[in-house]
């Protein structure tokens, strides 16, 4: 068995601790696998000993991370505490042990709190990394997998964390700006601009994976957009992270200059994702965010392009605010990069996209990178959509020059191709606009219930639009809610001749759903 503290030393020699915040996949890929070499072993076969594969764990969680994390791995004692929690399906276990354990050893207890770790999350971090090695070797002994959950990220946002940064890359610009800006001022806004599908969600997604900061993910589509949610979230996350006393109901001021008292030098970042779809009356900063912030505090916000009337942040003059525009030209040759790099990454996880390619003998691989890249109008939501529909054969029928330009021309294809237009889809259009005219996840049973149709013909449109429409069970009432995927799309619906606020359909639906409202409360 090789010693914990010689892996450790093997990662360092092959991935020192990175100065740059977010390091690309192929990188960490890379380096793993000349790790894994030097301590000779294979990569893919993994022996389903627990020793190995707490070690094969720790080489891949452990590349670029910092000494003083790979220090507290390495103790045997610190993997004891942890296969007894995993055994046990006690996760919060293994936190108490370990705090407990560098409580008792105040050398490491300073490197960590030197290094700025957080340490919840890379206890998190390796919990899920070794369920995945787990998983690999297919053992019983490591059955069933724990849920190895420590509230790291707020539990609303953790699907979407994970969904948005599963194929992420590129980038590196954005994130060489804000971590400029949080270096060189003492507290401050930055935000990234940029319109739908630009990736300004996977952005702080990708953030918030690799820092662990408090964060909010703004989501029209499920009503999660509103002041009082924002609020209550970040409260929350705050006073789990610093200790705060006395503050379940204080303000978001109170609650910054609590959490400010406690950074001893360290940074508070809040991330929070689309401020451009929050709901909020008056004419106050959206969410309510302060003029003023205490040094050491900063916030990263994400929002689509806005002008004077729909800006709705207005600052003191000592508040330092800076921003990236995607959409400015200075930017357009490096999105574009990014996304042929996204391409590239998903064409290797993708093999029948590769067999589509390669069954054109007039299409080479960087050929219909190039062709995507350009069509793509540096939209990653496109891609998201296009890309698997041609892997699933949706375009069998098209070539390169036949696929849609931009992601208004992909709905509007995607419209016609369903034949969203004709009188004998009318129950279609009919239940699209019900999730467009609700704004916040419903039940199949009730959109059944407004167009009263069968709850099978609704549910047969909605699969229709899998790819749009996003399914979420409730667990306390075991259903499942529906709402529409992405802004862009409602956006799409909202402009479409026949969601027209003039149209007989439109007014024919609105009756319907304040029928049903009216019945309910009568």
């Known amino acids: 068995m090789i010693e914990f503290a010689a892996i450790t030393s093997v990662i360092s020699k092959y991935a020192p601790q990175a100065g740059q915040l977010?390091?690309?996949?192929?990188?960490?890929?890379e380096a793993v696998i000349k790790v894994l070499q030097e301590l000779k072993l294979n990569p893919i076969q993994i022996p389903d000993d627990v020793d190995t594969v707490y070690v094969y764990a720790l080489v891949r969680y452990g590349v670029f991370k910092p000494e003083a994390i790979l220090n507290l791995f390495k103790e045997k004692v610190i993997k004891d505490y942890f296969w007894d929690a995993y055994s046990n399906n006690t996760p919060s276990k293994f936190v108490e042990n370990t705090k407990?354990?560098?409580?008792?050893?105040?050398?490491?207890?300073?490197?960590?709190?030197?290094?700025?770790?957080?340490?919840?999350?890379?206890?998190e971090e390796f919990g899920e990394v070794f369920i995945t090695i787990a998983k690999q070797t297919k053992a019983s002994r490591y059955q069933p997998y724990p849920d190895w959950n420590l509230d790291v990220y707020p539990k609303e946002f953790k699907a979407l964390i994970f969904e948005k940064t599963r194929l992420f890359c590129g980038r590196d610009f954005v994130f060489k700006a804000i971590q400029k800006f949080f270096t060189t001022q003492p507290k401050g806004y930055f935000t990234v601009i940029g319109d739908a599908g630009m990736g300004k969600s996977a952005i702080a997604a990708k953030y918030v994976l690799g820092t662990k900061y408090p964060c909010y993910f703004n989501v029209f589509?499920?009503?999660?957009?509103?002041?009082?949610?924002?609020?209550?979230?970040i409260r929350q996350q705050l006073i789990k992270r610093y200790s705060?006393?006395?503050?379940?109901?204080?303000?978001?001021?109170?609650?910054?200059?609590?959490?400010?008292?406690?950074?001893?030098?360290?940074k508070l970042i809040i991330v929070v994702d689309a401020l451009d779809e929050v709901e909020q009356e008056g004419n106050s900063n959206l969410l309510d965010l302060p003029q003023n912030l205490p040094y050491g505090v900063y916030f990263l916000l994400t929002r689509r392009p806005y002008n004077q009337e729909t800006k709705r942040l207005t600052l003191s003059p000592d508040t330092p605010v800076d921003e990236l525009n995607l959409t400015k030209s200075d930017y357009r040759a490096l999105s574009q990069e990014d996304v042929k790099e996204y391409?590239?990454?998903?064409?290797?996880?993708?093999?029948?996209?590769?067999?589509?390619?390669n069954e054109r003998s007039n299409i080479s691989e960087e050929n219909f990178i190039q062709e995507i890249a350009v069509k793509s109008e540096n939209n990653f939501i496109y891609l998201r959509y296009v890309l698997p529909g041609i892997s699933e054969?949706?375009?069998?029928?098209?070539?390169?020059?036949?696929?849609p330009e931009g992601l208004q021309d992909y709905y509007t294809t995607h419209w016609n191709r369903m034949g969203m237009d004709k009188e004998s889809n009318e129950k279609k259009v009919k239940t699209l606009y019900v999730l467009v005219e609700r704004g916040e996840p419903i039940s199949l049973n009730m959109i059944a219930e407004i167009l009263d149709e069968d709850e099978y013909e609704v549910k047969s449109v909605l699969n229709d639009w899998v790819e749009y429409v996003t399914p979420k069970v409730n667990q306390d009432e075991?259903?499942?809610?529906?709402?529409?995927y992405h802004r862009s799309f409602l956006d799409f619906l909202k402009g479409q001749d026949k969601l027209g606020e003039?149209?007989?359909?439109?007014?024919?639906?609105?009756?319907?759903?304040?029928a049903y409202l009216k019945k309910k409360i009568g």
């Open 22 to 29: 977010i390091i690309k996949q192929a990188q960490k890929n």
């Open 100 to 123: 407990r354990f560098l409580n008792q050893n105040s050398e490491l207890k300073t490197q960590i709190i030197n290094a700025k770790i957080n340490l919840l999350g890379e206890l």
């Open 221 to 233: 589509a499920e009503g999660r957009n509103k002041p009082e949610k924002f609020l209550a979230s």
């Open 244 to 266: 705060l006393q006395n503050a379940d109901n204080a303000d978001l001021r109170t609650l910054l200059q609590k959490a400010s008292e406690e950074l001893k030098g360290q």
């Open 343 to 357: 391409l590239h990454l998903f064409l290797n996880n993708d093999q029948k996209l590769r067999n589509w390619i």
């Open 393 to 403: 054969g949706k375009y069998n029928d098209l070539d390169l020059k036949g696929l």
């Open 478 to 484: 075991q259903k499942t809610y529906y709402s529409i």
């Open 502 to 514: 003039g149209r007989v359909l439109f007014k024919e639906v609105n009756k319907k759903i304040y």
